[in-house]
């Protein structure tokens, strides 16, 4: 049985504070937000259809799917990096501030050689009256090559998906805050392309650098 103290805490919640409940919550809502919302909305998305993509699946290492679906918890453990709280903090803040549709889900059907594939895109920002998708990044640093090629790619899936006129990339950095437009809206070819050609990794000066499963990963380039 825990011990309970003459104010009626039990000892080992003793060094528990408000902060520390702050933290879990950001963790729960990072968990629901890129782990149990994408599951959900896969199933959902799923129906009528031989495969489901996500936008940010199709601007990755193929690899990935396999190793979240073998090692779901190094997945899950990464909610806890305070890189990934802070940029989701900043997502935060930046979609309040914003007077715009935020987390918007928009959908297009391809046909490949795999069979017919769903691409889905949950855009950050999207201002339909300006007819403009935004994709919001933090960084540690404000590096010369911004804009980066898979952001670039990323926000043109966007765009093409919310058949918007361009996109934007706000890169958000302690060292500063760079809107970056336009991009151009990519197409069909350019999605059926990237899923009928899967790399692993996609992108081979970084990406297994970065990479939550590249201790397990048979083909990682470390
Ligand atoms: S370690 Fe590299 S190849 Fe392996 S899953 Fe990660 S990015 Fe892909």
């Not at 501030?97 to 987390?103: D, F, P, V, Y």
């Not at 058949?163 to 991009?183: F, H, L, Q, R």
């Not at 392309?193 to 990682?220: A, D, F």
Request: some cysteine; charged content about 30%.
């Amino acid at each position: 049985m825990p011990k309970t103290s003459s104010k009626g805490y039990r000892s080992e919640f003793k060094g528990r504070n408000v902060g520390n409940d702050f933290v879990r919550e950001l963790v729960d809502h990072i968990l629901r937000k890129y782990h149990r919302r994408h599951e959900e909305l896969r199933k959902e998305l799923s129906k009528d259809i031989d495969h489901v993509y996500f936008v940010h699946e199709l601007c990755q290492c193929r690899r990935k799917l396999l190793m979240q679906r073998l090692y779901p918890e190094l997945d899950v453990a990464r909610a806890y990096e305070p890189a990934i709280m802070l940029g989701e903090l900043v997502h935060l803040g930046a979609e309040t501030l914003t007077h715009s549709e935020k987390e918007v889900v928009k959908a297009k059907e391809v046909e490949t050689r795999i069979g017919k594939v769903r691409v889905v895109g949950i855009i950050d920002i999207y201002y339909p009256e300006r007819s403009v998708v935004v994709d919001v990044k933090y960084a540690r640093r404000l590096c010369q090559e911004v804009p980066l090629e898979h952001h670039k790619l990323q926000v043109s899936l966007y765009a093409w998906l919310a058949d918007a006129k361009y996109g934007e990339i706000w890169y958000i950095t302690p060292e500063g805050i760079k809107p970056y437009s336009p991009v151009k809206p990519a197409n069909e070819s350019t999605a059926k392309h990237l899923i009928e050609n899967p790399k692993s990794p996609m992108w081979k000066k970084w990406e297994c650098k970065y990479c939550q499963y590249s201790k397990v990963c048979s083909v990682s380039m470390l």
